[in-house]
């Protein structure tokens, strides 16, 4: 059974930092591009991080320099490390596994992050 579970959210002071997590099982994870999208109130979602089974990765313009997205192959798991929050960080925010290959396009159900004062 396919699994992606996110925690680590929760409510921190701007310019604070959270750690997410996002676990998987079911499959294997090295074989997917692995991603962080974050969704605030009236928003669409939008890409945060991506990490690319070459090792690459690739952030979005309003988090560049501030965010860190890492996997662990072994462990099966993927982190998006987020420093010097600011309000407009303020989302729910998902992981997502990509396999185009296979049409396997994996969702968690998201955790949220508040950044107030």
């Known amino acids: 059974q396919v699994q992606v579970v996110e925690s680590g959210g929760g409510l921190v002071q701007p310019g604070g930092s959270l750690r997410l997590s996002c676990a998987a099982s079911g499959f294997t994870l090295s074989t997917y591009a692995m991603s962080w999208y974050r969704q605030a109130p009236g928003k669409e979602r939008e890409l945060v991080a991506v990490s690319t089974t070459g090792g690459r990765t690739r952030y979005g313009d309003s988090v560049k320099g501030r965010f860190t997205i890492s996997r662990d192959n072994a462990k099966n798991t993927v982190a998006l490390q987020m420093n010097n929050l600011k309000p407009e960080d303020t989302a729910v925010y998902y992981c997502?596994?990509?396999?185009?290959?296979?049409?396997?396009?994996?969702w968690g159900q998201g955790t949220q992050v508040t950044v107030s004062s």
């Open positions: 997502n596994a990509l396999l185009i290959e296979r049409g396997h396009d994996y």
